[in-house]
Each structure stands twice: as C-alpha cells, then as structure tokens.
C-alpha cells in the first residue's frame, strides 16, 4: 500500500556568493556528445528575460516565472526577484539563482528538466492547461519521488523561491523530485493539475527512472490546499 507522506514545506537558505557565477551561453558538449549551447550560466545580476530567453529553457522559459504573463517584469534584475513574489517574503536571489543554474547544467547534460502531463488534445479543449507542467530534478535511478506544489495564493506559482530551491536540495539527498506548474486562479483546476501530474509519473515509472512506493506530496500555502485536496481522493 502506498504511503503518500506530506510535509510542510519549509523554504532552505542558500548563499548568494556561491552562485553569482556570470556567463553568456556558449557552445559544450553535453553527456551524449551532442554539442549545446545551454552550458551559460545565470547571474543574480542578470535579469528576468536572461531566464525567459536562455536556451536550455526554450518552448518552457515563461513556466519558471509566477505569473501567465510576465512580459511588464522582463526587466527586472534578479537581484530584485522578490518583486515578482507579492505573498512571498525574504526570497533569497542566490538561492533562486542557484536552483536556476542547477537546471541550465541539466540539460548541458542531456537531460529533460521539463514535461507536459497534458495531452495537445486536453489543452486545445481546455487553453488553460497549456502552461501546466513538470520540472523534473534528477536523484538516484528508482528512488522515491517527491513532488513539489509551490504557493502562491493560487495568484501566481511561487516556484522560484519555494519550489526549484527545494527540489534541488531533496535531489542531492538522493529523491527524485518533480515541481509542478499549475493552472492559477482556481484551486479546484490546480487540484485537478496536481492529479493529473501524479497519474502521469505513475503511468511513466520507468521514463523517470522513480520508484513509486512512498512517494511524497510538499506543499506549501496554496499548495497545501492541493495536496489536501487530492489526499482526500485517495
């Protein structure tokens, strides 16, 4: 029987001296001897487009921001993100900035960092699925998974301080860890996202290379109204 464990999730403090790397996007060499050109780095100096825009994230740069339209804070520095975040407070711009070079370095590597959980059907009948999604941080081959649901007040999705911080620090203890981009403005369509996310990874073990026993649901604000909400329908 499956345990679904749920946790309060409590934002992890990073430095900023430690991921104030800067760099613009040259060409490497990723893990199956593809050449790339996502191996630049992100600074905490660089500014919200620098994300939209990097390669590695192209077709999903927009879902790592909160808001489904986020073109009046293109220009914002990094430095300022908390400004992005109304509910949120004391967002640390080197730990987002960190959780955010994590990424880039991933699909340096080859990897897929993102997956859409819908089908192009669903969203053509439903548009609003159409930013809804999985960010995927890699632990050990058929560990546990843990997903992520970032608050927000089902305003926007607060995953840049509340959600790649965590997944990043849960991978390097080894879980597999998914982040979930959700519908905003309605918690019942978040709720049905995060269902539709979890019947994803369980339908796709082996694509994620996760196991499914013991998973994990961490929530924070109005995702712990999501997780609780789908605890219910088990």
Not at 34 to 58: C, L, M, N, Q, W
Request: proline share 5%.
């Amino acid at each position: 029987m499956r345990k679904v464990l749920l946790f309060l999730l409590i934002l992890t403090m990073g430095g900023e001296d430690s991921v104030m790397s800067e760099g613009k996007a040259e060409e490497s060499f990723n893990a199956k001897g593809y050449a790339t050109e996502t191996a630049g780095r992100i600074s905490i100096y660089d500014s919200v487009d620098d994300i939209v825009k990097h390669p590695a994230f192209k077709g999903f740069g927009e879902y790592l921001l909160p808001w489904d339209d986020n073109t009046n804070y293109y220009n914002t520095l990094l430095t300022d993100v908390g400004s992005l975040l109304p509910y949120h407070s004391h967002v640390n711009p080197g730990t987002v900035v960190g959780a955010v070079n994590h990424m880039i370095d991933e699909v340096s590597d080859g990897r897929t960092i993102f997956f859409n959980f819908y089908s192009a059907q669903q969203k053509q009948q439903d548009p609003g699925k159409a930013s809804a999604g999985l960010f995927f941080f890699k632990g050990d081959p058929g560990a546990p998974f843990a997903a992520v649901c970032p608050g927000g007040g089902f305003a926007y999705v607060g995953s840049l301080p509340e959600g790649f911080p965590q997944a990043l620090e849960l991978s390097n203890k080894g879980y597999n860890v998914c982040v979930l981009k959700y519908q905003v403005g309605s918690g019942v369509k978040a709720s049905e996202d995060l269902a539709a996310a979890l019947s994803y990874i369980f339908q796709n073990p082996a694509m994620f290379e996760v196991g499914t026993q013991d998973y994990s649901l961490w929530e924070s604000s109005a995702g712990a109204r999501m997780v609780g909400d789908v605890a219910l329908m088990l």
